[in-house]
T-cell receptor, first 113, second 110 residues
Framework: KAGVTQTPRYLIKTRGQQVTLSCSPI?????VSWYQQTPGQGLQFLFE???????NKGNFPGRFSGRQFSNSRSEMNVSTLELGDSALYLC????????????FGSGTRLTVV | AQRVTQPEKLLSVFKGAPVELKCNYS??????LFWYVQYSRQRLQLLLR??SRESIKGFTADLNKGETSFHLKKPFAQEEDSAMYYC????????????FGRGTSLIVHP
């Protein structure tokens, strides 16, 4: 079956702009989590959606938001981009909880200039 | 609060040598522990879970609650084991969202 699909793979944006990233989970997975990965901070949890509801949230400013659709696809949005938002954004899906482990997407590489 | 520490950023060994990637955790409850691996130009993928007590690609990991460790071991390293390895902890109660370590880069020389 198809894996976790993230689009786009690469993005270059200017400071102050906003960006929307998309994630399609594995069929049947209803939980979608988002992580920010940087060399300095490693993998940091952004938020988790389950059945169209945000179930968990990490310590990121309100500029970072997300949503989940009825087909479990998820989007995350970053408004008023800052240079420090440059990172690899990873989406991970799982069946019900993270106890079975995540299946990760390839990520979206965001560069803010 | 839960924390995962991988003390080595880089581990360099020769093919055929034993490998041990260290992972220490801090959590007051009963943890669920994982190892993830990321090969060059590939996505992050689950390698093994402690609860499964499995051996994947020759790797094993034992949970030592006394030492709060979950080290990943392989008796004979192969060049194809070269990758980035991440240890992760999920809390058994409350939020299960995993906390990841910073990762250890394993390089296996021929």
């Amino acid at each position: 079956k198809a894996g976790v699909t993230q689009t786009p793979r690469y993005l270059i944006k200017t400071r102050g702009q906003q960006v929307t990233l998309s994630c399609s989970p594995i069929s049947g997975h209803r939980s979608v989590s988002w992580y920010q990965q940087t060399p300095g901070q490693g993998l940091q949890f952004l938020f988790e959606y389950f059945s169209e509801t945000q179930r968990n949230k990490g310590n990121f400013p309100g500029r970072f938001s997300g949503r989940q659709f009825s087909n479990s696809r998820s989007e995350m949005n970053v408004s008023t981009l800052e240079l420090g938002d440059s990172a690899l954004y990873l989406c991970a899906s799982s069946t019900e909880t993270g106890f079975n482990g995540y299946t990760f997407g390839s990520g979206t590489r965001l560069t803010v200039v | 609060a839960q924390r995962v520490t991988q003390p080595e950023k880089l581990l360099s060994v020769f093919k055929g040598a034993p490998v041990e990637l260290k992972c220490n955790y801090s959590y007051s409850g009963s943890p669920e522990l994982f190892w993830y691996v990321q090969y060059s130009r590939q996505r992050l993928q689950l390698l093994l879970r402690h609860i499964s007590r499995e051996s994947i690609k020759g790797f094993t990991a034992d949970l030592n609650k006394g030492e709060t460790s979950f080290h990943l071991k392989k008796p004979f390293a192969q060049e194809e084991d070269s990758a980035m390895y991440y240890c992760a902890l999920s809390a058994s109660g409350g939020s299960y969202i995993p906390t990841f370590g910073r990762g250890t880069s394993l390089i296996v020389h021929p």
